[in-house]
């Protein structure tokens, strides 16, 4: 079976459980962070294992299901787990979910992970907006016989992450009084936590947060012409900033730490979505 059957087949499942419901907002939700979906409105739960054609997700603090509700207006699909190159997938595959999103109809796509700071001025549970990224991993989603209804061959990448959405959360959290840090996101293909040189390599490069997602589905989804608005909470310092070891259940305690900030920064983007800005 091609990628783009297995495409078809997600995408003929959901559409069928979803009935009449038409999502506009996607969200990929990181590393501790999946008890977002929680919170929608008259949810509807999708297991990944359910869906024909579609991968399963292997990681401690991601639930591995799709939950489907409402907020602010918005109907969102949201992803309780992603896939990551270091399972094995090739990132075409861990990809495919964007594509579905696209295919479903979403016009917007939040992404969110958790990320190793690596800009000094950064501390543990700070959270940061997406400006640009590094594809530090050595392959690319977009590699192979290209899907032309997604998009060009060779898509543009100035604004992957939509500056007039990223300008209005910074804008509405300031209001708020929330702190909001704004950077570049580095991804290394994991699933080992980066050496100290390889932190410092990184900041050289200009980046402030380092991790082992994002990058592949936001390329994809630039591609597909997605508004995407990219979040990382800096669950902690990268190697080598601070003596302490790096351990995964420490990365999923912060991020419950931060939970409520991070909720409400969601919040006010799907806010400025329903608002049509």
Known sequence: MTLRDRINQSTAYLKEKLGDLRPQVGMILGSGLGDYADQLENKIEIPYADIPGFLKSTVEGHRGQFVVGTKAGLTILAMQGRFHYYEGYSQQEITLPVRVMRLLGI?????????????????????????????????????????????????????????????????????????LNQGVYAMFSGPNYETPAEVRFARIMGADAVGMSTVPEAIVAAQSGLRVLGLSCITNMAAGVLPEALDHADVVVVAARVRQTFTRVLDLALEIVADGK
Do not use: C, K
């Open 107 to 179: 016009e917007t796509l939040f992404i969110t992970n958790a990320a190793g700071g690596v800009n000094l001025n950064f501390a543990e549970g700070a959270l940061m907006v997406i400006t640009d990224h590094i594809n530090y991993s050595f392959a690319n989603p977009l590699i192979g016989a290209n899907m032309d209804d997604f998009g060009p061959r060779f898509p543009d990448m100035t604004t992957v992450y939509t500056p007039d959405l990223r300008a209005e959360v910074l804008q509405r959290a300031e209001t708020e009084g929330i702190q």
